[in-house]
């Protein structure tokens, strides 16, 4: 049974009982930059500072895993302060640069590597940290997520993997079939011919901009987004090729018309009807069920190679430490009851992704979407591969650049040909500095 939103299957119900700003701003911090983190006092209390993205809800869901925390660790307290996403890399950049960073941060894996170039990120494997921080729980190749060169500079807190979402009465109305297990990319492209240029709900958009397609055909090929070494891990005639296939798509009217995009914004084409896919990370099934009323399912990815599907669990976001924090020890006890405390796990439910450790993944009770995404996620378990190394610095930019590049592509101001000059130029350029 493929996985749906308005119910769950018998594996899900088993689970009851439960990229950014940029970083130009920060610099090398010397020996004579201020101190950062929390503070101290004569009676033995510590103070931490704990700093993260979100909105109100997860504001008051981490009150409430806070407060547990606390009364677990009475000579330990908390200020937790939060932004919306972008107004966080912006403030997070401002206090690293003066030496002034939270001792706990939340982390987002594209910005990892830049954190900890800088020296901003405390080694999470070694010290009073590795002696407060359990590891030993992560679910399938999340161990590891934020190893850099030996050193642990973050731990996920959730995981997920990469999906197609779909509208399944709109693929039986096209005539096209359900997505399977396997199925190509051949496959895939004919749905867009089986809907026709003529239909008023496409199969779907020209998903050329999303960098995380890209890194999957890519995985699926042998190659990569990114070599070990910091640089972009597949040659010209293989993105001119990727690129091609959402110019084929558009010449001949079945994706999504790009104006139409941009007039439903902030809406996706997918929750305001205008195609029945679309690409995603699975844990954001949650924006697309809250954008149309239709019911939509989770779907295998398509693959030139049907043993090799490219995909792996990513974490949905991390927790880190400072380097400069006057309290390792507490800062990794934080760390660790967020990750692996049970109960902390049922407060914070899958607000965060499913959780990265077995023991809280065990304990959330899970309904609606997110039982839907537990669902997909061990449906896909056995064709999931290790995650790549770590981004090198200037990720997040490249991903805006792609994005960027495919859009004038889309809207016809440059060719294909001058797309990808446009982008090796730029990524390496962005790469090497």
Same mark, same amino acid.
């Given at each position: ?9 018998? &594996? ?52 409430? @895993?806070?407060?547990? +925390? ?13 932004? $919306?996403? %972008? ?9 690293? #640069? ?26 999470? @494997? ?43 009465? &709109?693929?039986?109305?096209?005539? #096209?079939?359900? =997505? $399977? ?52 891990? +597949?040659?010209?005639?293989? +993105? ?37 896919? $679309? ?9 697309? &069920? ?44 934080? /760390? ?19 959780? #990265?450790?077995?023991?809280? +993944? ?15 996620? %061990? ?7 290790? !995650? =790549? ?5 200037? #990720? ?21 040909? %001058? !797309? ?5 130029? %730029?990524?390496?350029? /962005?790469?090497?500095?």
């Amino acid at each position: 049974m493929r996985p749906r939103i308005l119910s769950s299957t018998p &594996a899900a119900r088993r689970r009851i009982r439960s990229a950014g700003a940029g970083l130009a701003a920060i610099v090398v911090l010397g020996a004579t930059a201020a101190c950062g983190g929390g503070s101290g006092s004569d009676d033995g209390r510590v103070t931490l500072r704990y700093s993260w993205w979100g909105n109100a809800d997860r504001a008051e869901l981490m009150q409430q @895993a806070i407060d547990l +925390f606390e009364q677990q660790n009475p000579n330990i307290d908390v200020q937790p302060t939060f932004s $919306e996403y %972008e107004a966080y890399w912006q403030k997070l950049a401002t206090e690293s #640069a003066g030496g002034g960073a939270p001792d706990v941060m939340q982390m987002d894996v594209s910005y990892l590597r830049e954190y900890s170039d800088k020296n901003v990120l405390l080694d999470l @494997a070694s010290g009073e940290a590795a002696a407060n921080l359990n590891t030993d729980d992560f679910r399938g190749g999340l161990a590891t997520a934020g190893e850099i060169d030996g050193q642990l500079f973050g731990v996920p807190v959730g995981g997920n993997t990469f999906t197609l979402v779909y509208n399944p009465a &709109a693929f039986e109305e096209a005539g #096209a079939p359900a =997505p $399977e297990a396997g199925w190509s990319w051949e496959q895939f492209w004919q749905t867009y011919e089986t809907f026709g240029p003529d239909a008023e709900v496409k199969a779907g958009a020209d998903y050329t901009g999303i960098i995380w397609v890209l890194e999957l055909q890519l995985r699926q090929q042998g190659a990569s987004l990114f070599t070990e070494e910091g640089e972009l891990g +597949f040659t010209r005639e293989q +993105f001119k090729e990727y690129l091609e296939q959402g110019e084929r798509l558009r010449q001949d009217g079945l994706a999504v018309d790009p104006q139409k995009i941009v007039e439903v914004k902030p809406i996706s084409p997918l929750g305001s009807g205008l195609d029945a896919s $679309e690409f995603t990370w699975d844990n954001f099934l949650v924006r697309f &069920a809250g954008e149309t009323d239709a019911e939509l399912e989770l779907a295998p990815v398509p693959t030139f190679d049907p043993a090799n599907t490219g995909q792996y669990l990513k974490p949905s976001l991390m927790l880190s430490a400072s380097a400069r924090t006057e309290h390792p020890a507490e800062a990794a006890k934080l /760390i660790d009851f967020l990750i692996n405390d049970v109960e902390a796990g049922k407060i914070l439910g899958a607000n965060r992704g499913l959780p #990265a450790t077995n023991a809280q +993944f065990e304990a959330v009770e899970l309904e609606g979407v997110d039982a839907a995404v537990a669902a997909y996620e %061990e449906s896909v378990a056995d064709a999931l591969q290790p !995650a =790549p190394p770590v981004p090198p610095a200037g #990720a997040g930019s490249i991903e805006a650049l792609l994005l960027r590049v495919t859009e004038d592509l889309s809207f016809g101001e440059i060719s294909v040909d %001058e !797309a990808v000059d446009q982008f090796f130029s %730029e990524a390496e350029d /962005i790469l090497a500095r």
